[in-house]
């Protein structure tokens, strides 16, 4: 099932973000080993909120929970990801995707694609490193391009893709001097170069999809099955077009229709505690961010009312007297930030917002 929105542009109060500590330009290196977001002065007049993902991978060190805790910073938002992340051969290695790169456009964060330039060697395994490090020269570098850049997030983004292969050969010589000096072996170069032009063949991709659709009415006319009522657990796949023209592809974990209403439901699942971790609710939570905002919704030719719902299951009947005053009061501050922004929230099969 496809369906098809529009975003004009972004509103939501975020309620739950941390606060940030501030770190001066000079203090960069020591921020990015100490704190996964916060706020760095530039110089007097100049900040910006920095948030780092640890792996490109999404589903590694909830990334979007500390890109989530910066959206309240009312300047610039920038989120530096690496490239690529290789563990070594003992360990696993991932690469930046197309759809990180959009869902940063769309909620307006400025993204420094950088690389790993330094690590230390497990000392468990006998291939594979830790405490990987960022070439702080080049992070620094991007900011302050940034700091005169006028354009929106998502010009920034493109521009940081037809650089991503320079990016990538950086990182990958960085992993080469790597291996060598802690005589530690790294996954293959030849399929790492693979990999980054899949990144660049989706930015064409998105550009040429963008600039067919504008071109031409939308595709959806052309279906014509309709969506029986009441469909539960099934996921969906939304293109959201955005006001610049650009189209962006994401997935809904669940979507229910009910009669003129489509919900679209994000789920987050805890199989031991009583409550998914605050790491997983911030995560579920940028994607409230993007259907609270969500206009023009249509299946087909059917157009249909929002109704974004953060859905938290876990494997046992949720007992309210059980919780933790810290759950309790997660529970409250969450239930107002879905007040505020318009989203409802279900606990496991009962909507608790």
């Not at 922004?341 to 606990?347: D, G, P």
């Amino acid at each position: 099932m496809e369906i098809f929105a529009e975003i004009t542009g972004l509103k939501y109060t975020p309620l739950l973000c941390k606060n940030l500590e501030n770190y001066r330009l000079k203090q960069f290196e020591r921020a990015l080993s100490k704190k996964a977001n916060f706020i760095l002065e530039i110089d007097n007049e100049n900040k910006m909120a920095v948030s780092w993902w640890v792996s490109p991978k999404r589903t590694r060190s909830y990334p979007y929970a500390r890109v989530y805790d910066t959206l309240n910073f009312t300047g610039k938002k920038i989120t530096i990801i690496p490239v690529i992340k290789d563990e070594g051969k003992d360990g696993d290695r991932d690469f930046l995707q197309w759809d990180t790169i959009s869902l940063m456009s769309l909620l307006g964060v400025y993204v420094i694609i950088s690389y790993y330039s330094d690590a230390s060697k497990n000392p468990r395994y006998k291939n594979k490193i830790t405490k990987q490090r960022f070439d702080i020269g080049h992070i620094v570098n991007e900011v302050h391009k940034l700091l005169s850049y006028q354009s929106d997030a998502l010009h920034w983004n493109l521009s940081q893709i037809d650089n991503v292969y320079e990016i990538a050969r950086k990182g990958l010589e960085c992993y080469e001097h790597i291996s060598k000096k802690l005589e530690v072996q790294m996954h293959s170069k030849e399929s790492a170069l693979k990999r980054i032009n899949e990144l660049h063949k989706g930015k064409e991709r998105f550009m040429e999809l963008s600039r067919r659709l504008a071109q031409k009415a939308q595709r959806r006319e052309s279906i014509t099955t309709q969506p029986k009522e009441h469909l539960t657990g099934i996921k969906a796949m939304i293109t959201i077009k955005n006001y610049l023209g650009g189209y962006y592809y994401f997935t809904c974990d669940e979507i229910e229709i009910h009669r003129n209403e489509i919900y679209l439901i994000e789920g987050k699942h805890s199989k031991i505690a009583k409550l998914p971790s605050l790491g997983d609710i911030k995560d579920g939570l940028l994607k409230m961010v993007l259907f609270t905002n969500l206009k023009n919704v249509t299946i087909g030719t059917q157009r249909y009312s929002p109704i974004p719902i953060l859905k938290l299951t876990t494997e046992h009947k949720l007992n309210m007297y059980s919780l933790s005053i810290a759950q309790r009061k997660l529970l409250e501050e969450l239930k107002k930030e879905a007040i505020k922004n318009e989203f409802r929230i279900k606990i496991n099969e009962i909507f608790f917002v």
